[in-house]
């Protein structure tokens, strides 16, 4: 893999650099689907409350333009009439100021869910560098930035011009008419139109929605290199995660050799393997407290001659145990037969030592079934304590 490829953004971003990113507040934003929603809320606002706007309307504007005595000629009357006015003004207007409000914050959140950061807060001087502002200009995406303004221009422009000419006649007619049927027919007029104009921004939305959540995915891709050093900030350092393993294997082994000890008897292959088994009436079935392979193996032979501790060289059996039986683990079903054969074997070296006699035959050809053994492999050393 060449350098040149690990310095190419190719990756898409990780989780980690996802959250960063966020709490950056660096999130996708469609400010074409903002203007729709709060232009289709302002819409059906108008078309629902319309009647009680033009009523708080009227009420508001005829209790401005009549005065009487009483708001000429005494102190203070003038203001209670201007503030009566300001709240029938704002009783007109409050409903449809909170719908735009939800459509903004919603038309925000949509792309990018709900998103507070103090960052996006704190003084940045580099944007005030003129160079800095000419290469976002004439960046790729000041250029997409400002192609998909011409384009939006030419499609409301072209709806607002054949909705001018195909309206004419009609605007035309309406001074001919009396009061409230030019005001009907204009409000007609009107809603017509606002349903083309935000047909066009419904387009223009959908189809920045997804080029924005693609160019916000594709600022945020990483480099082959980025993840690596990510990886080994959220991980730590592999060098150290392997001294620390190290270090856990030889605390585990340190712990298993301390158990030797108790150990009865001492099955090998004769020494590639060493397996440590223990038994007592406590127990439900023999377990086995220690076991390796090469220096290990060596190491738990040493110590159970230091205890005087029986050694066994059973071949299968040695593999059988060390395959399928962990440290601590009572021994399998399967191999309880041989097991026992070596157990008896023990208790009758103890007798012999005890009383004297003949001294006991080691068992042989024990019945370790074929499945439970297998061909060893010439293994690293484990590490000794």
């Known amino acids: 893999m060449s350098e040149g490829s690990d310095l190419e953004k190719t990756e898409s971003p990780t989780p980690r650099r996802l959250a960063k990113a966020r709490e950056e507040g660096q999130v996708a934003r469609s400010r074409e689907l903002t203007t729709f929603l709060a232009l289709l809320a302002g819409g059906v606002g108008f078309s629902a409350m319309g009647g009680q706007w033009v009523s708080h309307t009227t009420r508001a504007l005829q209790g401005s333009l009549m005065l009487t005595r009483r708001d000429a000629f005494e102190p203070g009357a003038l203001g209670e009439r201007l503030t009566s006015f300001a709240g029938d003004a704002l009783?007109?207007?409050?409903?449809?100021?909170?719908?735009?409000?939800?459509?903004?914050?919603?038309?925000?959140?949509?792309?990018?869910?709900?998103?507070?950061?103090?960052?996006?807060?704190?003084?940045?001087?580099?944007?005030?560098?003129?160079?800095?502002?000419?290469?976002?200009?004439?960046?790729?995406d000041g250029l997409s930035e400002l192609i998909k303004a011409l384009l939006k221009s030419v499609l409301l422009g072209g709806i607002a011009a054949w909705i001018l000419w195909s309206d004419r006649d009609a605007f035309a007619g309406i001074g001919a008419t009396g009061l409230g049927a030019s005001m009907t027919m204009l409000g007609s007029?009107?809603?017509?139109?606002?349903?083309?104009?935000?047909?066009?921004?419904?387009?223009?939305?959908?189809?920045?929605?997804?080029?924005?959540?693609?160019?916000?995915?594709?600022?945020?891709?990483?480099?082959?290199?980025?993840?690596?050093?990510?990886?080994r900030e959220s991980d730590g350092d592999p060098a150290i995660k392997q001294r620390v393993r190290a270090?856990?294997?030889q605390a585990a082994t340190r712990r298993m050799m301390a158990d030797v000890p108790k150990a009865d008897v001492i099955v090998t292959n004769p020494s590639h393997f060493s397996v440590a088994i223990a038994y007592d009436a406590t127990m439900r079935a023999p377990k086995v407290l220690a076991k390796?392979?090469?220096?290990?193996?060596?190491?738990?032979?040493?110590?159970a001659g230091e205890h005087r501790i029986p050694i066994l060289e059973a071949p299968p059996l040695a593999r059988a145990l060390y395959k399928h039986t962990d440290i601590g683990r009572e021994i399998p079903i399967a191999l309880y037969e041989a097991v026992a054969l070596v157990m008896a074997y023990v208790f009758q070296l103890k007798r012999f030592g005890a009383k004297g006699g003949a001294y006991p035959?080691?068992?042989?050809?024990?019945?370790?079934?074929?499945?439970?053994?297998?061909?060893?492999?010439?293994?690293?050393?484990e590490p000794l304590a």
């Open 91 to 140: 009783l007109a207007v409050l409903p449809i100021l909170l719908l735009f409000a939800g459509a903004a914050i919603a038309g925000s959140t949509l792309l990018g869910g709900f998103l507070f950061s103090t960052k996006a807060f704190t003084p940045d001087l580099s944007r005030l560098s003129p160079v800095k502002g000419l290469k976002r200009t004439w960046s790729v």
């Open 189 to 231: 007029i009107l809603l017509k139109d606002f349903l083309l104009l935000t047909v066009g921004l419904a387009l223009i939305a959908g189809l920045d929605a997804p080029v924005q959540l693609w160019r916000h995915h594709k600022s945020l891709k990483m480099t082959k290199q980025e993840i690596r050093d990510e990886a």
């Open 247 to 249: 270090m856990q294997r």
């Open 292 to 303: 390796g392979t090469a220096l290990t193996a060596l190491r738990i032979r040493e110590i």
């Open 361 to 381: 035959t080691a068992p042989s050809a024990l019945p370790v079934p074929a499945d439970l053994d297998f061909t060893p492999i010439d293994d690293d050393e």
